[in-house]
């Protein structure tokens, strides 16, 4: 079981460029998101999906897009990097079911300059 | 909404000293509360969860945390660190009514141990 896999894992941006943050699971997982991570905020979720052709906003979605298209693939789309979006980026999966706690992604660190 | 306070962003401690982190949660409903680590440049792992029943808790690499309703909160303990203890710990919290693992995290609390 590879469990969550994002690609890649480091990546610098020059302002107004746009990417795909890659998140795969092959675990059957129902319940996909993405958090930024940044010092001193903890992790602060993005977006979040219950499941293909479901998704929703979290806490930070400006400027970010999603799409669930299958179960296992959770692209995150950056459509115009900025600087503020320099962060720490995290994929996680869950079973849709309380309580039962996600696999993180080993994460993404993305430069915008 | 729910929220999660930790109130101690950094803890340094001797190694094989007990250490206590600290978490308190907001919440107008029933809740599932669960602690993380995250060693340096990796991503977190689930250390242990309270979804119910007995209010202590024991999960991996020998820490424990107990659940206390009418305080809000949810204590990480460990009775003796070692060195490889030296990670990021987050509190995190998800509501029982909302029926799928939105989770609010914590800002996290930088373990430090002192050899």
């Known amino acids: 079981n590879a469990g ?9 941006l020059k302002t107004g460029q746009s990417m795909t943050l890659q998140c795969a699971q092959d675990m059957n997982h129902e319940y996909m998101s993405w958090y930024r991570q940044d010092p001193g905020m903890g992790l ?44 720490v980026y995290f994929c996680a999966s869950s079973y849709n079911t309380g309580g039962y706690g996600y696999t993180f992604g080993s994460g993404t660190r ?3 300059v | 909404a729910q929220s999660v306070t930790q109130l101690d962003s950094q803890v340094p401690v001797f190694e094989e000293a007990p250490v206590e982190l600290r978490c308190n949660y907001s919440s107008s409903v029933s809740v599932y509360l669960f602690w993380y680590v995250q060693y340096p440049n990796q991503g977190l792992q ?16 020998g820490f424990e945390a107990e659940f206390n309703k009418s305080q809000t909160s949810f204590h990480l303990r460990k009775p003796s660190v070692h060195i490889s203890d030296t990670a990021e710990y987050f509190c995190a919290v998800s509501d029982q009514d909302f029926g799928n693992e939105k989770l609010t995290f914590g800002t996290g609390t930088r373990l430090t141990i002192i050899p």
């Open chain 1, 4 to 12: 969550v896999t994002q690609t890649p894992k480091f990546q610098v």
């Open chain 1, 44 to 87: 602060r979720l993005i977006h979040y999906s219950v499941g293909a052709g479901i998704t929703d906003q979290g806490e930070v979605p400006n400027g970010y897009n999603v799409s669930r298209s299958t179960t296992e693939d959770f692209p995150l789309r950056l459509l115009s990097a900025a600087p503020s979006q320099t962060s």
């Open chain 1, 110 to 112: 993305l430069t915008v």
């Open chain 2, 46 to 61: 689930l250390l242990l969860k309270y979804l119910s029943g007995s209010t202590l808790v024991k999960g991996i690499n």
